[in-house]
């Protein structure tokens, strides 16, 4: 994966209760310049400082604020934690907003993992969004069976960063194939969820209602989105920053928080596995 620029990767998913036994679609995965792992990263020439993210994947681009951390920090933090994650994927739960997406982006560059949004490849392999949302409609178990096996062939795969559905979060088969990885809850405050459907996606009705659909969303998969091993919140990096503007958390600082909740998480299942070896 060294020295990549642009890579795409071909998959694909068998996809239950339809016409055709498999579909394949593609997904660009955007890589910039990668850095040499044996160099310094603070003196290497190739490295990507995202001061601001706009990567492009199949549901549009996402783009992040300027960033107040240090996009080198994250890449320093990345490779501090890269040894002991050995290649485990990471899983995104939680509402959907140009802040996950963003951070998952930035997730897999400082990794050098591949990046997906499952919610794209379910709408990518039935014919788009459209396609997807009269699909959900009129075979909500169907919608949710190719939503089971996008994660089952996803999380088969090493080395991936899933922004994923809240699909994932539906049933114990789904939670249970989140288990191959690591799960992160990226904990965004409904105002800013609100705000990013409202103006990026175009959902009609006024700033009230969708805030309150978004609320109602939430309720509904909160329970599942507790049960990730780890929580990024936006409102408590931002404390820990003294920001007073929620908008004044960039990518780069969440998901720097991010790489240091994965970064415990790896430490604990080492000290785990050093205290089961015989002595």
Not at 107 to 133: I, M, P
């Amino acid at each position: 994966m060294e020295k990549l620029s642009v890579s795409h990767m071909n998959a694909r998913f068998a996809l239950p209760n339809r016409s055709f036994d498999f579909l394949q679609f593609k997904h660009s995965i955007f890589f910039l310049k990668f850095p040499n792992p044996n160099q310094n990263p603070n003196t290497n020439p190739n490295l990507v400082r995202l001061r601001r993210l706009n990567c492009s994947v199949s549901d549009g681009t996402v783009p992040s604020s300027v960033g107040a951390t240090d996009s080198s920090l994250v890449v320093k933090k990345a490779a501090e934690v890269s040894s002991d994650l050995k290649g485990t994927s990471i899983f995104l739960v939680g509402m959907q907003s140009s802040l996950k997406a963003g951070l998952g982006k930035l997730l897999a560059d400082a990794l050098r993992y591949y990046y997906f949004d499952s919610d794209s490849l379910v709408e990518e392999a039935v014919g788009g969004a459209l396609a997807a949302k009269s699909f959900r409609e009129s075979d909500t178990k169907g919608f949710y069976e190719s939503e089971t096996e996008v994660l089952k062939q996803l999380s088969s795969m090493g080395r991936l960063v899933v922004c994923a559905g809240n699909g994932a979060v539906t049933s114990p088969t789904n939670l249970a194939l989140l288990r191959h990885g690591i799960s992160l809850w990226i904990d965004v405050p409904l105002d800013l969820v609100a705000r990013d459907v409202k103006e990026d996606l175009f959902i009609p009705g006024s700033y009230p209602e969708v805030k309150d659909e978004q609320f109602a969303l939430y309720d509904k998969y909160r329970a599942g989105y507790a049960t990730a091993d780890a929580i990024v919140s936006v409102q408590k990096v931002a404390s820990r920053l003294g920001c007073d503007n929620l908008d004044e958390v960039t990518i780069e600082d969440l998901t720097l928080e991010a790489l240091r909740e994965i970064e415990k998480l790896t430490r604990v299942k080492k000290m785990i596995e050093e205290a089961a070896r015989p002595f």
